[in-house]
């Protein structure tokens, strides 16, 4: 048996999603000849067995925060204000692995972890476990301090991947929901405000290309003035 290859926890996020997103981008070429395919697959099937595995593993206090800010457990939040984009991250990397080698028990898996993403989403479709868990009258109070929207950016990325590749609806149209929680609050004609994190704006476009809902561009304006 080989050994077990362990990431850290931000690292081995990142390779997850980008060794992916490598696969996706060259299967998606028809220029690519498939000799480039063959060589790099150890390296998919090493993320798929030990490098998701292991983010699962590292990333457990983010996910515990999604059950604290649905009320089903007890405890503290983590005190990170931006972990859920963790939780994301892992969730976008399983669907480009899945786009290469369908895993059934894998899917399954994040499917279960959809399902406490979703039930910590507010019933107005907020969803950020730090001010939900800490104190939601603090909700959108400091975007350009705190990481809400930069969140929300990551979780409409891995709601679209996951939509694109299985098929299933249940992250994207929470994501949806969030969109228009949202765009009840910021825009043009609304509130306008300066977020800190770049994020938001490339995954409310890629949100737009999957609903072709035109108001997500218009969203996209947060921090620009009605001229």
Excluded at 29 to 46: A, G, I, R, W
Excluded at 82 to 97: E, H, L, R, T
Excluded at 125 to 136: D, K, M, R, S, V
Excluded at 193 to 208: F, N, P, T, V, W
């Amino acid at each position: 048996m080989g050994q077990k290859i362990i990431f850290s926890k931000t690292f081995g996020i990142h390779v997850s999603v980008l060794l992916g997103c490598f696969f996706v981008s060259a299967s998606s070429c028809k220029t690519v000849e498939s000799d480039t395919e063959k060589e790099n697959l150890p390296k998919f099937e090493s993320n798929r067995e030990n490098g998701i595995p292991s983010v699962f593993e590292a990333g457990k206090t983010s996910f515990e925060n999604f059950d604290i800010a649905a009320g089903k457990t007890e405890g503290e939040q983590n005190q990170r204000m931006a972990s859920d984009s963790d939780f994301y991250k892992i969730i976008q990397g399983v669907a480009y692995s899945l786009q290469h080698t369908p895993d059934k028990e894998l899917e399954a898996f994040t499917d279960s972890l959809i399902d406490r993403i979703v039930a910590a989403q507010q019933d107005d479709g907020y969803l950020f476990t730090y001010w939900t868990a800490i104190n939601p009258d603090k909700r959108w109070t400091n975007i350009n301090k705190d990481h809400e929207l930069y969140c929300v950016g990551h979780f409409f990325e891995a709601a679209i991947a996951y939509y694109e590749v299985t098929g299933k609806r249940k992250l994207l149209d929470a994501a949806i929901k969030l969109a228009d929680h949202i765009g009840s609050i910021f825009g043009p004609g609304k509130r306008i405000d300066i977020r800190g994190h770049q994020e938001i704006e490339l995954a409310l476009y890629k949100l737009y290309q999957t609903t072709c809902d035109i108001s997500l561009i218009i969203l996209g304006q947060i921090g620009r003035k009605a001229t």
